[in-house]
């Protein structure tokens, strides 16, 4: 019963700016970590930004400098801010979770959203 719903795509010129939302609802106990991966035309799915349980965020080399994974203040929602974005971050954009849904879980399971795309070009 859990849904990560991903929000902010659309199309931007080279050099500008979006903001992408993730928030997941439904049976949840805990949030073991969070990320959000792309997948571009013809690609496989790659690690944009990762935020794990202690608090540590791992970037992808491509977009260090660019990009900003963080928590919202609202529970349960994190966001993505990409600024001077190029062509080549064009793509369909997913978060992801790793959520324990009741207090009988022993391990987190695996949550995907259905997607948002991102297209840069002039």
């Known amino acids: 019963q859990v849904q990560l719903v991903e929000s902010g795509g659309g199309l931007v010129q080279p050099g500008g700016s979006l903001r992408l939302s993730c928030a997941a609802s439904g049976s949840i106990k805990a949030i073991n970590a969070m990320g959000w991966y792309r997948q571009a035309p013809g690609n496989q799915r790659e690690l944009v930004a990762a935020?794990?349980?202690?608090?540590?965020?791992n970037y992808a080399d491509s977009v260090k400098g660019r990009f900003t994974f963080s928590r919202g203040s609202v529970k349960n929602t994190v966001y993505l801010q990409m600024n001077n974005l190029k062509p080549e971050d064009t793509a369909v954009y997913y978060c992801?979770?790793?959520?324990?849904?009741?207090?009988?879980?022993?391990?987190?399971?695996?949550?995907w959203g259905k997607g948002t795309l991102v297209t840069v070009s002039s």
């Open positions: 935020l794990t349980s202690d608090g540590r965020t």
């Open positions: 992801h979770a790793e959520i324990q849904n009741s207090d009988s879980d022993y391990y987190g399971l695996d949550y």
